[in-house]
Structure formats: C-alpha cells, structure tokens
C-alpha cells in the first residue's frame, strides 16, 4: 500500500477508536493517574487496543509504539527502527475528563526520524484531519465533506494557539516580541489542526510533551505548508534518542517567517 491508501485505512482506524472513546464518553468513568501523575481512563486503553490490532493487520511488520505501551519499547531496541507507527490513542485526556470535546486520536507512520503520514481525529466534533508525505493535507467535515486544507500567511492581528491545559509563564514573554496577537486556547493536536487550516499562525509550546503528542499532527501541519521546528529553527525529528520527550518547539503556518528568531531569547554580552 502507499501512503494515501494507509492514510485513507488510518483514518478508517481511527474513528473506530474514536466510537470506544465515545462510548465512555457518554457514561460515567473513572480517572486513574500513571507514573508520571498524568490522568488514564478507561478511554484510553480502549482506543488503544483498537489501533493497535489495526494497525497490526494493517501492516503486521511494523511496530507500534503507542503511549499506553511505551514502556515496553527500550530504547535498545527501538533505536534501531526504521519505519514504525506512533499513536496517541487518547491525546487530551484532560480535555476528555472535563468533557470539552477538544481530544483526539493521534495515528502518525514515522520514517527516517520524521512523520511522513499523520491521522488526527476529534471524535466528539467529528473533525478528521489526514496527511501524507507529497499528498497535501486534508480535512473531513461533517458539514463540508472532505477539503484540502492549507496554512496562510501571517495574520495581522496574529492569532496564537495555546494549550488549554498546560500554561507555562514562558509563553507570556515569548509572546510579547510578536506585538499584537489573540490567544485561543485549544486542547491536543488540535492546535496543529487550527494552524494548517489558517485559522491559527502560531503554536508555541513551552514545557514537556510526548513525541506522539506531536507526530500526526507536524505530519498534517507540515503538508499543509506550515512547519514545525525546536527553538533554534531545526525541524522537529523523532526516535533520536532514549527519552521520548519533545523539546520546547514552534509549530507555524508562515514558513518565510523567521519564528525561532523572533522568540529566541537574547544571548549575553
């Protein structure tokens, strides 16, 4: 199969998944809290058992490494991993527990270190959003059907997408340099969305996240004609190293603006 077709079976995937998140969605659940302190439902595994065995039958030689089963992948191991899924069964289970609507399934084929095919789906708005490396980028609506979708030029006001969950006092003063900006506040990879559709130009993200956090929706972004890069203006890449923590990075729709040198902080005389 080539990549339109995994991506059209992807998203296939990923509203099953998003049919088990609803499902407890629309009952009462309870919150448990993983190692790191950051909140499980029963959501969460339901949706990742199902992308899972998708993805499984989909292409059986390829691992997956989903958030509910990072642990079991040892860096030893997976360092040595060309081409692998990386899945955020239930990105924004904050979100999912305050019962916003604003959390998604994450569904990305990594290659070489970059995301090369990403699925992102918002069961609770029905939005899905899907990408492939030189096949653009493209939204399903209920209301309009299914578009491509692209990034804009900065806007002016600009209009600035921020975690709704995850405030870090960093973004203030970072934000400050650009002049004058909105602040719309959005769960989960939803920010990406936002930006490869032109209705956001900016999400700057200060503080930790997970690389499958990130994956589908740099995938989406950056087929959009946007880009995703780390503070110093390098993009984004994965599977680099034992941690699978992001570093702080900027996920834009302008790519001929200079974003990393606008925020960087001066340097020391």
């Not at 949706?47 to 989909?58: C, D, F, K, T, Y």
């Not at 990034?151 to 600009?158: E, G, I």
């Not at 680099?240 to 996920?251: G, I, Q, V, W, Y």
Request: glycine share 8%; proline share 5%; net charge negative.
């Amino acid at each position: 199969m080539d990549h339109a077709e995994l991506a059209q079976t992807c998203a296939i995937i990923a509203r099953k998944a998003g049919e088990a998140i609803m499902a407890i969605y629309a009952r009462d659940f309870t919150v448990s809290h993983k190692h790191d302190d950051s909140p499980l439902t029963a959501a969460d595994l339901a949706a990742h058992h199902r992308i899972v065995a998708g993805l499984r039958e989909l292409t059986p030689l390829l691992p997956v490494l989903s958030e509910e089963s990072a642990e079991q992948a040892a860096w030893s191991e997976r360092r040595d991993w060309p081409r692998y899924w990386l899945v955020d069964p239930l990105d924004g289970t904050r979100e999912f527990i305050k019962r916003n609507g604003e959390f998604t399934v994450n569904i990305a084929l990594i290659e070489n270190h970059a995301p090369t095919l990403g699925v992102v789906y918002a069961p609770a708005l029905d939005e899905m959003y899907l990408a492939w490396q030189n096949g653009g980028a493209w939204a399903e609506m209920p209301q309009s059907g299914k578009v491509k979708i692209s990034s804009r030029l900065r806007a002016t006001p600009l209009v600035v997408a921020g975690s709704r969950s995850h405030a870090d006092p960093r973004l203030s003063g970072a934000l400050d340099k650009l002049g004058a900006h909105e602040l719309v506040a959005l769960g989960s990879s939803l920010k990406f969305c936002r930006t490869a559709q032109g209705q956001a130009d900016l999400y700057a993200r200060y503080g930790p996240t997970s690389e499958w956090d990130t994956a589908a929706g740099q995938c989406v972004l950056e087929q959009a004609g946007g880009g995703v890069t780390r503070l110093d203006g390098t993009r984004l890449t994965y599977n680099t190293k034992a941690s699978l923590l992001n570093p702080d990075f900027l996920a834009f729709g302008d790519k001929s603006v200079d974003w990393a040198g606008t925020l960087r902080e001066p340097t020391a005389a």
